[in-house]
């Protein structure tokens, strides 16, 4: 059975989402973001359908599975779903395109901004998915491409980056200020 409404919280894991320099930089925002859209879902009247996708990383990896920072960090509740993935989209290779239907309204918070959130955001769209990415919520590393010259990109121009191109690509970027009331009454 299939729900229309569904908040995908990607790769909120122990390790990922930890403090610098392990986690993200913006890891504490970030965390405090999804703790609020989460609760938001799971205390509203008829809550969406929350699936919680887990990285399955390589041995040695922070996300290696079975390890304790390969954990999620919010323990699903009863009714929840949880996926593991071994690609950046979270559709390839598993089973959540039989738990979202393609014509669902999907809220996604997460982890990576330029891979596992655009890569999954991007495969929604195509299956003819509505995707709200909650900005803020969702978050990366900083890069420094040392093969162009050791060119240093904040996190938080990444993720900008990631929301630009799902916005063109027709996701709904929202602010967290919008949060109040999103999974009331849809």
């Known amino acids: 059975m299939t729900s229309h409404r569904v908040l995908l ?7 990922l989402i930890a403090d610098p320099p ?9 965390r405090e973001n999804v703790a609020t859209v989460l609760e938001q879902a799971r205390c509203a009247s008829h809550p969406p359908r929350i699936i919680h996708c887990r990285s399955c990383g390589d041995p040695g990896d922070i996300d290696e599975k079975g390890t304790q920072t390969w954990e999620l960090l919010h323990a699903p509740r009863s009714g929840e ?14 089973a959540l395109g ?13 982890l990576m901004s330029e891979y596992a959130v655009k890569s999954t ?6 299956r003819g ?7 803020g919520a969702h978050g990366t590393h900083d890069h420094t491409v ?6 240093f990109t904040p996190g938080e121009n990444i993720s900008a980056r990631v929301e630009e191109e799902l916005d063109r690509a027709g996701a709904m970027i929202l602010d967290m200020k919008y949060l109040s009331g999103l999974f009331e009454g849809r």
């Open 9 to 15: 919280v990607l790769n909120i894991q122990v390790g």
């Open 22 to 30: 392990q986690g993200i930089p913006a890891a504490r925002l970030v």
């Open 81 to 94: 779903f949880v996926v593991d993935c071994r690609k950046t989209n979270a559709f390839m290779g598993t």
């Open 98 to 110: 039989e738990l979202i239907a393609p014509d669902a309204e999907l809220v996604v918070v997460g």
């Open 121 to 126: 955001c991007r495969a929604a769209l195509r």
């Open 129 to 135: 998915n509505t995707v709200l990415l909650m900005r």
């Open 146 to 151: 040392i093969a162009d010259g050791g060119r």
